[in-house]
């Protein structure tokens, strides 16, 4: 029990640091990554002493698909149904920043030199920030991966680690896709139709609780994700506004014959170190906060999946009763009735206790991760603004002790 | 929120920027259009303050449109003749010919739109102590402020009335606080006029805030949205800002229709600034004919100050706009960041009532609340953003504007000199033609007419040399009063938005700071 709770505790998503593994028998992670073309080639190294694997350290080379096929595995997998499985990571988009690259490229003549390279800077920290980010998203769901016990031991993911060829898992045509978009939406008609069923009484009062709050808590997290996403687009275009205006206040200063010429050129240099930190706050709460409400978005759909398949595995038990109840009073086929029951009711119960752990596990999960990242955020943006304010307060004391 | 006030103006140390009307009242107590264009002459300026105790008559002869009483005048002009002042060269001819004929003062005055006002003489009472104050550089102690707008009237006959409100301790009005109501076309009233007697003489006048048939439409409708009462302060802003600059002209400060404007409870409704009356589009021609005529004056600069001067402002104003757009885009990128971080703190708000973990649902909800804090300080920034940095960059490009404007009609008043030249020349020649064609029948006639229109074009020449240099004096001193004033305009402001950010700063520390504790509390 106790090792669960630790590995539990210790899956925090996307923060920068490498999340330290409850147990050292096995260790994963993304050791490097190469952007190329429209793909990018993860290379995740193990380090082991577990006697299945060949050698102690090795490590293999991956691709988003090869992720994406792990996840589905598991999820596709009936040993699992009780469990969490952990969100897939997102497909890496580089789309928008290279748009944006190539349009500052063909971009107006009407930027000087200095503007262009500071831009040209800026896209390409954005560029770098979303690759180092969805590095970290595919550490992450490795590394609660290993770190579950359950899910740890499974051979599917043993061959995604150790596999020294490509898994050939292209990536889903165009009918799976379809497929899997079907499947979501048979899911939910499923699950309605479910809840409706007569005589289908939840017996749990956790099971209820759960149910009620995750369905609201994931609308509402979702909302909140995107409204951190936009809130973080805001600073950033406010970073971006500086860099002409320190522009514009620099050949100001320059053409000036009077006193206003320190005074502008001053100001062009604070605005310039203005547009770092606000630059540095938009991607503080992006790490901070955005990535946390999302990544929470996408565990708590996995919960919600969790639970979905507990109710329909317990729609099936009363399923089995009802079809026990009929045999008996047909008196035909009562013995395969009775096993059919019987499976039912323990697979249902098995599923009932590893939810409720898995839940419970998931709520202390993210309470943790939360408070660490909330403390985080308010410590940067506090840093951000006393640095921001002592920026001010000496071009204040400069252009005030001017003639 | 209110505008920037304006800063005192310099003293510069100049006393001359005034009329000395008081004794050249009685040149034009019978005239009745009169003063408003007795400031075209270009004598006042120049005049220090000395000389109004010698001269008795500091007086410009009368370079004025005076459409009765133009014998009484000449009298004077005549005897004004010797009364020149120690800065005018001696350029008169030695014969006593009158100075001026009627036709030159339509030539040199701009063309004006509006009927004059008739309007009393101005009785500038300016007293000794004033004038000595002024030779010091003293402040001028006069400030305005344009405050409470109301609605008045309904639909599209609806306008905005505003508060002026003067407190001053100069004499030469006749209270010491007091307020009138005017509305914008008033004050574009008050412009046009200004304008039409100073302009075209080197005075650098404040332009006035422009107009928005959008922006007024929505007033008038009715509509009471954020977006009308934002057009609606700024606005009163702008209206604040122009005549805070324009009483600080120490010029325009005299000008009796200024007084006017501040003094009276009525004023004659201003129609020809309307955009679509038919002053408003005499003014467009005039504006288009002008463009043109700019193109084609090729004027030889004696005076490199002049060149220089002007390729300064016209990059002043290139860079000024470009760092206005960017400031414009930066008030637009932080009203959203207020209106996403109100979004934001709303879904916070909703994820903390989920939450069903407690320390972390209240955590939640102080979130929200900071984030709620924080859009009303980013909302407040960007209004400072606007009124203090982007208002002012705007400012400062319509009144260079008018300084190229005033650039302009020195160009032109060099082209009327010019002009006026070239056909002394040619009567000149015709003259001499005349000479050596020895016709003694019908000669003497023409010979007289000739000789007389020669003496008018030497006149004119004259005239159009002293105006000319004149308007170059203006112009020079307006530039360095201008120059001065812009330097500290645009200091004080930037230390007071630097002074606004630091604010905000200071602000998100408290409320980060405050939050802290909370986060470190979810257990």
């Known amino acids: 029990m106790e090792g669960r709770q630790e590995a539990g505790k210790e899956n925090k998503p996307s923060s920068t640091s490498v999340d330290p593994q409850g147990d050292s028998s096995l260790q994963v992670e993304i050791s490097d990554a190469v952007s190329e073309r429209d793909k990018v080639k ?60 190539q349009k500052l ?25 979303i690759f180092k980010k969805t590095v970290a998203m595919h550490e992450v769901f490795l590394q609660r991966l290993a770190a579950h016990p359950t899910l740890r031991r ?79 687009q805001s600073h950033k275009c406010l970073a971006d506004d500086y860099i002409p205006m320190s522009a514009a206040l620099s050949s100001l200063g320059t053409q000036e014959v009077n006193q206003l010429k320190t005074s502008f050129l001053k100001l062009a240099e604070l605005f310039e170190r203005l547009r770092k930190l606000e630059g540095r706050v938009a991607s503080d709460e992006d790490l901070k906060l955005s990535d946390m409400l999302r990544y929470y978005m996408r565990d708590s759909q996995a919960a919600k999946d969790l639970l979905y398949r507990r109710l329909r595995a317990l729609a099936d038990y009363e399923n089995a009763n009802k079809a026990l109840d009929k045999a008996r009073t047909r ?54 603004a006393k640095a921001s304010t002592l920026l001010l307060r000496n071009t204040l004391v400069a252009l005030k002790g001017e003639p | 929120m209110a505008a920037e006030r304006e800063p005192p103006p310099l003293g510069d140390g100049k006393p001359t920027d005034f009329e000395e009307l008081e004794d050249g009242e009685d040149l034009f107590t019978s005239t009745v259009s009169t003063l408003e264009s007795s ?74 739109m509006e009927s004059k006002s008739i309007s009393a003489p101005v009785i500038f009472d300016r007293s000794r102590e004033e004038i000595e104050e002024e030779a010091n550089g003293d402040v001028f102690d006069i400030e305005i402020g344009v405050s409470d707008p109301e609605k008045v009237g309904d639909g599209m006959n609806a306008y905005m009335a505003y508060r002026v409100t003067t407190k001053t301790s100069l004499s030469m009005f006749s209270k010491s606080e007091f307020s009138v109501k005017r509305r ?99 003014r467009m021609v005039n504006k288009a004919a002008d463009a043109v005529n700019k193109m084609t004056i090729k004027m030889n600069e004696s005076d490199a100050w002049f060149e220089e001067k002007q390729q300064q402002f016209e990059n002043l104003d290139q860079q000024l706009r470009k760092l206005h757009a960017s400031v414009e885009a930066l008030v637009c990128h932080r009203k959203e960041l207020s209106a996403n971080t109100a979004a934001f703190a709303k879904s916070a708000a909703m994820l903390g009532n989920s939450e069903d973990h407690t320390a972390l649902s209240r955590a939640l909800s102080q979130l929200a609340e900071v984030e709620e804090k924080i859009d009303q300080l980013h909302q407040e920034q960007a209004f400072a953003d606007f009124y203090m940095f982007s208002e002012l960059l705007s400012d400062y490009i319509r009144l260079i504007a008018a300084v190229k404007g005033v650039f302009d009609h020195r160009m032109k008043c060099w082209q009327k000199w010019e002009d006026a030249q070239i056909t002394l020349l040619k009567k000149r020649e015709t003259e001499a033609k005349m000479m050596v064609a020895n016709k003694p029948d019908k000669i003497q006639q023409a010979k007289n007419e000739i000789r007389e229109e ?44 630097l002074e606004s950010l630091v604010q905000t700063q200071q602000q998100l520390i408290k409320y980060w700071e405050a939050f802290l504790p909370e986060a470190k509390a979810i257990a």
């Open chain 2, 454 to 497: 020669i003496e008018e074009w030497e006149a004119k020449v004259q005239q159009g040399e002293r105006d000319f240099e004149q308007i170059s004096k203006t112009i020079r001193k307006e530039v360095g009063r201008f120059e001065a004033k812009r330097v500290k305009d645009f200091k004080t402001v930037i230390i007071k938005y």
């Open chain 2, 184 to 282: 914008f076309s008033d004050f574009l009233g008050l412009h046009s006029k200004l304008a039409s007697k100073y302009l075209h003489v080197g005075y650098i006048v404040p332009p006035a805030p422009e107009k928005s048939i959008v922006g007024m439409t929505k007033v008038k409708v009715g509509k009471e949205d954020s977006s009308s009462t934002e057009f609606v302060e700024k606005r009163r802003a702008a209206l604040e800002r122009y005549l805070q600059r324009t009483v600080k002209h120490p010029t325009l400060l005299q000008d009796p229709d200024l007084r006017q404007f501040l003094e009276s409870s009525e004023l004659p409704r201003a129609v020809n600034t309307q955009a679509l009356s038919g002053a408003g589009i005499l």
């Open chain 1, 331 to 384: 008196n035909r086929e009562v013995r395969t009735a009775e096993s059919n029951q019987q499976l039912c009711c323990r697979r249902f119960e098995r599923l009932s206790d590893s939810a409720k752990q898995e839940l419970m596990d998931f709520k202390s999960r993210r309470v943790s991760s939360f408070r660490k990242n909330l403390i985080e955020l308010a410590e940067l943006e506090l840093k951000h």
């Open chain 1, 42 to 101: 993860f290379t995740v190294q193990t380090k082991s002493c577990l006697p299945h694997f060949a050698q102690t350290e090795f490590s293999v080379v991956r691709q988003h698909e090869e992720f994406i096929w792990l996840h589905d595995a598991y999820v596709e997998n009936e040993e699992y149904a009780g469990l969490i499985i952990p969100p897939a990571p997102p497909r890496p988009d580089f789309e928008a920043s290279r748009e944006k690259l």
């Open chain 1, 154 to 232: 499974d051979h599917n993911f043993f061959v995604f680690l150790e596999y020294g060829q490509d898994l050939s898992v292209r990536g889903k045509n165009r009918k799976e896709l379809l497929g899997g978009f079907l499947r979501n939406i048979v899911k939910s008609a499923d699950e309605a139709l479910i809840t409706s069923m007569s005589g289908l009484k939840e017996v749990d009062d956790f099971f209820e609780h759960e149910r009620t709050f995750l369905l609201e808590y994931h609308t509402r997290i979702r909302d909140a994700c995107l409204r951190a996403d936009r809130v973080m």
């Open chain 2, 39 to 112: 400031p075209s002459s270009p004598e006042p300026a120049s005049l220090p303050a000395e000389d109004v105790s010698t001269n008795s008559n500091g007086r410009k002869p009368a370079e004025v449109v005076l459409d009765d009483d133009r014998e009484d005048l000449f009298a004077e002009a005549t005897e004004e003749v010797s009364l020149d002042s120690p800065e005018r060269e001696p350029i008169l001819s030695s014969e006593p010919s009158p100075a001026v004929t009627p036709v030159t003062p339509t030539t040199l005055i701009a063309p004006r």
């Open chain 1, 105 to 129: 490229g063909e971009g107006d003549s009407s930027i000087t030199r200095e503007e262009f390279a500071k831009m040209k800077q800026e896209l390409e920290a954005e560029y770098l920030a």
